[in-house]
C-alpha cells in the first residue's frame, strides 16, 4: 500500500480539523481511533505522525500534547524519545526472565520505554497506562522500582527511591554476566495483574 493509497484513506476519515482533529475510526476503550492497514489495526495517531512529520523510529511513542487521545492533528502529536545509551543499556541487560512470564503483560523493550518516559518526560502515570493498555497500578509499581528491577536505564538513573536501591542497582549491573541473583519479582508480578 503506497502512502498516497493510505494518506487518501486516513484523510476520508477525518471528520473535523477544528484544531483537534477527530475521525469518524472505531477507538478502543482508552479512546484511541484505529485504523485498518493490511489487515491491522493501527492507532491513527501513528499513522497520521509518519504521513505528515515522517518515520517513526523503532520504539519510540507517538504522544499527543492536546491530551486528547482521540486527536490525529500531526501538529499536536510528539515523538517519545529517549536517549540512544538507554537502550543499549537495555538491551545488553536483556534476560529471559519476565516476558517469557505468562502472566507478564509487558516486554523488557516496553519497561524500558516506560522507564525512559517516565524520566524524560512529563507523561502522568495515568498517561503511560494508557500508552500502554496495562493498569495504572503496574506503571506505580514500575516508577517505584517494586517490579522489573533488572530492567535499569542508566546506572545513575533516579528510578529507585533511595541511595541504597541505586546501589543494589548498580551492584546488579555489575553481575550481569556472572550468576545474578534470582529474584522473586517475576512471580511477585503476576499477583498484580
Ligand atoms: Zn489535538
Avoid at 127 to 148: H, M, P
Wanted: glycine fraction near 4%; charged fraction near 30%; proline fraction near 3%.
Amino acid at each position: 500500500m503506497s502512502d498516497r493509497t493510505i494518506k487518501k484513506r486516513f484523510e476520508k476519515h477525518v471528520i473535523s480539523k477544528d484544531n483537534c482533529w477527530l475521525t469518524d475510526l472505531w477507538c478502543n476503550d482508552k479512546g484511541y481511533p484505529k485504523i485498518s492497514l493490511n489487515k491491522k489495526r493501527i492507532n491513527a495517531s501513528r499513522v497520521s505522525f509518519q504521513l505528515y512529520k515522517g518515520e517513526i523510529p523503532e520504539g519510540i511513542f507517538v504522544c499527543h500534547k492536546c491530551d486528547n487521545p482521540s486527536c490525529v492533528n500531526p501538529e499536536h502529536l510528539f515523538l517519545g524519545t529517549h536517549k540512544e545509551n538507554m537502550r543499549d543499556m537495555v538491551e545488553k541487560g536483556r534476560s529471559n526472565k519476565g516476558s517469557k512470564n505468562p502472566q507478564s503483560k509487558l516486554t523488557e523493550k516496553e519497561v524500558f520505554q516506560i522507564k525512559a518516559l517516565l524520566l524524560e518526560t512529563n507523561l502522568t502515570v495515568e498517561r503511560i497506562s494508557i500508552l500502554f493498555e496495562v493498569s495504572r497500578r503496574t506503571i506505580g509499581y514500575i516508577k517505584q522500582n517494586n517490579i522489573w528491577k533488572h530492567v535499569n536505564c542508566v546506572a545513575n538513573s533516579s528510578f529507585s527511591n533511595t541511595s541504597t536501591d541505586r546501589n543494589k542497582n548498580n551492584n546488579r549491573n555489575n553481575n550481569r554476566n556472572g550468576n545474578r541473583q534470582k529474584s522473586l519479582e517475576w512471580e511477585q508480578l503476576s499477583l498484580f495483574d
